[in-house]
Structure formats: C-alpha cells, structure tokens
C-alpha cells in the first residue's frame, strides 16, 4: 500500500519559515491536500491540489509538489501556527486515501 | 452551511458491535463521496472507508476490511458505518468528511463521534 512519510517533529522560531515534507513514490504525480489540527479541535484545510489555499487561510501557507516530496511552507511563522500537520492523497493503484503520519510544528 | 453530525460511538467491549451514523445537511449529500476517518487519542489521522455517491463503490482500509461496512441513504442525507468485530485499537473519534472526487480533500469537518473499546 502507498506510504507518506512525514517527520514527525519541526521547530521554528517565530518570523522565520517553516517547511515540513511529505514523502511518497512518485507524489509528484499525486493530488496533495494538507491539513493543521490544533489541540482538541477538529483538523483545518490549509492547502489543497498541491498548491491551493482555501479562503480564509493565510497567504503565509503555500504547498508544492514535484518527484518524491510535496511541502507545506509556513512564511512568518507566529506562535498561533503551532499544531500538528498532515498530507493526505488518494492512491490511484489501491483506489484508498492515505494520510501521512504528521508532523507537529513547534513555535520557539 | 455545511453541517456534519456523527452519532452513536460509545463505550463498547471487544468482539462487539456498533453503528456509527453521520446526519448531513447544507450541501448535495447525493453528489459526493462520504468517507470514515478515525484519530486514535494521541495519534494521527486514519482513513477507514469510502462509498460512492450512488452506493455502488465501497473501499476499505485493509485493517477493517470483512469487519466493518460503509453505507448511504441519499434520500436522508445519511451516512453510516457497521462496525463488528471491535478491536481495542479501533478506540478513536470517527469523523465522516465528503469529498467532491476521490483525489480530492475533506474541506468540512464535524466534531466525530468517539468509540471506545475496553472491557
């Protein structure tokens, strides 16, 4: 079955930028969706098809995707970005969705 | 406004069974996909299952395939999920997410139903 591989842990300080990287065969050739999840709440769409941003999200988050890695970059990181991440695609070799591990981003 | 209500988790013992149903409303339930996506307490996100908008595609995680069974009553805007054979590491909250096309992303969320296996 697919695999996506996030690191489980990234740490930022505020102001700077932040990426964290989702790992998968051929991702490149994937839809790429990512999602922040906040402590006792429910996950939030961030980024969509690699590289769209829902309304409502700041332009700060962008998304690629290209060979083995898609990212989620957070530009200016601020203390309210902290929570965890994740990549989700659907693998068109076994029809399932698959999501990555995810990766929790800490503020310093 | 897009709203999504799961029901029927609870307190349940090993080998036993439960029906999970989610009530949704504020958009075409009949022109999406509907998915099951669990989170474990403390752990990531999982995607169980998946049914077509017409109920004639099902997919499965392989960890609750011939165990648990995805349905879909357009006509109520329901969705549900039969779970048998309940394991303690199916513990989690079971939220039920649309999607417009199987590659596509899960843009509204509900707040889950938890579902507890212990004995």
């Known amino acids: 079955s697919y695999v996506l591989t996030q690191p489980p842990s990234v740490s930022v300080a505020p102001g700077k930028t932040a990426r964290i990287t989702c790992g998968g065969n051929n991702i490149g050739s994937k839809s790429v969706h990512w999602y922040q999840q906040k402590p006792g709440q429910a996950p939030v769409l961030v980024i969509y098809?690699?590289?769209d941003r829902p309304s409502g999200i700041p332009e700060r988050f962008s998304g690629s995707n290209s060979g083995n890695t898609a990212t989620l970059t957070i530009s200016r990181v601020e203390a309210g970005d902290e929570a965890d991440y994740y990549c989700q695609v659907w693998d068109s070799s076994s029809d399932l969705v698959v999501f990555g591990g995810g990766t929790k981003l800490t503020v310093l | 406004e897009v709203q999504l209500v799961e029901s029927g988790g609870g307190l349940v013992q090993p080998g036993g069974s439960l029906r999970l149903s989610c009530a949704a409303s504020?958009?075409?339930?009949?022109?999406?996909?509907m998915s099951w996506v669990r989170q474990a307490p403390g752990k990531g996100l999982e995607w169980v299952a998946n049914?077509?908008?017409?109920?004639?595609?099902?997919y499965y995680v392989d960890s609750v395939k011939g165990r648990f069974t995805i349905s879909r009553d357009n006509a109520k805007n329901s969705l549900y999920l039969q779970m048998n054979s309940l394991r303690a590491e199916d513990t989690a909250v079971y939220y039920c997410?649309?999607?417009?096309?199987?590659?596509?992303?899960?843009?509204?969320w509900g707040q889950g139903t938890l579902v507890t296996v212990s004995s």
């Open positions: 504020g958009f075409t339930f009949s022109s999406y996909w």
């Open positions: 997410l649309p999607q417009l096309e199987r590659r596509g992303y899960f843009d509204y």
């Open positions: 049914i077509k908008q017409d109920g004639s595609e099902k």
């Open positions: 098809y690699d590289s």
